[in-house]
């Protein structure tokens, strides 16, 4: 399959402070890619490294496209669409304004209705409660409304940001089913950065380990599942 992100000794850092030292790694068209890591591992400062959020060195391509150094926006015309830690919820607005200021990079405004209901059918909860003001939603709605702005966009790519952080075991997996259904059906291809190494193996196809900034295991979620390390730091049996 073609690579769809080619990632090649990626450095980035806040100030001084160089924080990624040199992460080579891929996704494949339509797949999903995990990176774990404890916290503070560098997994957001990854995820801001592609969108053109901090100061990068080495080599990103997205989908034949030399992307490192660009500015977010054009990044994000691209089709790549971030779904940030802490979700970004704007409170004040309501759900459907929310999901609606996705599109706002969009040329074809007249596709916007059609990936509304597109959206709603993935997250009928957030259709009930559209005229309701953002920050009144539950921790796994505004989960789930910084997905459906992130899918507005209509995105080749989604960078998702621990979406489990924060949230009861059951939330989790209903976000995760309909992530996998998003991926299946809408051919919509997923980097995942996860803490949360159990729910993010179950999804992935691949997966990565990041410590303190380095790339120091990967391989298929199956062969990292087994790996004895990997289930005793991270798994926890
Ligand atoms: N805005 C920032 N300014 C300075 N240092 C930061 C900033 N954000 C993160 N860091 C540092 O970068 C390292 C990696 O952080 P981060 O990418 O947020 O890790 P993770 O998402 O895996 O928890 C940490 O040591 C953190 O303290
Ligand atoms: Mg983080």
Known sequence: MAKLLDVKGLRAGYGQTEVLHGLTFELEQGGITTILGANGAGKT?????????????????????????????????????????????????????????????????????????????????????????????????????????????SPKLLLLDEPSFGLAPLIVQEIYRILRDINTKEKVSMLLVEQNANIALGIADHAYLLETGNIVMSGTSDVIKNDETIRKSYLGY
């Open 45 to 153: 400062t990854t995820l801001r490294a592609i969108c053109g959020m901090v100061r990068v060195a080495g080599d990103i391509v997205f989908a034949g496209q030399a992307i490192a150094g660009k500015a977010t926006e054009d990044i994000v015309r691209l089709g790549v669409a971030h779904v940030p830690d802490g979700r970004g919820t704007f409170v004040q607005l309501t759900t459907e304004e929310n999901v609606r200021l996705g599109a706002y990079v969009r040329s074809d405004k007249g596709q916007v209705a059609a990936d509304l209901d597109r959206v709603y059918h993935y997250f009928p909860r957030l259709k009930e409660r559209r005229m309701q003001q953002a920050g009144t939603l539950s921790g796994g709605e505004q989960q789930m409304l910084a997905i459906s702005r992130a899918l507005m966009l």
